[in-house]
């Protein structure tokens, strides 16, 4: 499986980028976007990890919505918006999810600040993705549209 997206210009790639973890940062606003793919052992359904993860997310305290969606090439799946306190707090929360604690311990020093997420779990050809964005609470909604073209990029081949 290979992920493919075309970043905005102004978003820096992580040196360790491959075709199943892309990672993007943007310094000037402390925002994160990466996609990965799951483990072959982690991958569950989408039907049956959607609803896991949700319940997951309730007890620990961070779920502030949770709905389907549908974008780019004909891709769905299941988002959850976060309240976070900061990445490392988040860090701790998601040890009982390996692949998204994994991309958290990218995140570059000095940006444990209260920050909002986006995490999307979808699903091609029996492997399951997880999306996930990160940006300070007070540019949230600003960088969610910046990065939407990206979103529309993706593909699973």
């Keep these: 499986a290979e992920i493919k997206v075309t970043p905005r ?25 990466g996609v990965k793919k799951a483990l072959d052992f982690l991958s569950f359904p989408l039907f049956l990890a959607g609803p896991f993860v949700t319940q997951f997310l309730t007890d620990k305290g961070v779920l502030e919505s949770a709905d389907q969606i549908s974008f780019g090439n004909g891709n769905y799946g299941y988002r959850y918006i976060l309240n976070l306190s900061s990445p490392s707090k988040l860090l701790n929360s998601f040890s009982g999810l390996p ?10 020093q ?6 909002k997420g986006m995490l999307i779990l979808t699903q091609k050809q029996g492997d399951l993705y997880a999306i996930i964005f990160l940006s300070p609470i007070e540019n949230f909604d600003s960088k969610l549209k910046d990065i939407k073209p990206s979103m529309d990029s993706i593909q699973f081949n």
């Design 110 to 115: 000095g940006y444990d600040v209260p920050y």
């Design 99 to 108: 692949q998204i604690g994994s991309f958290l311990t990218s995140i570059p």
């Design 9 to 33: 210009s102004n978003w820096q790639a992580n040196p360790d980028n491959n075709s199943t973890s892309l990672i993007w940062f943007q310094n000037s606003t402390k925002s994160v976007i």
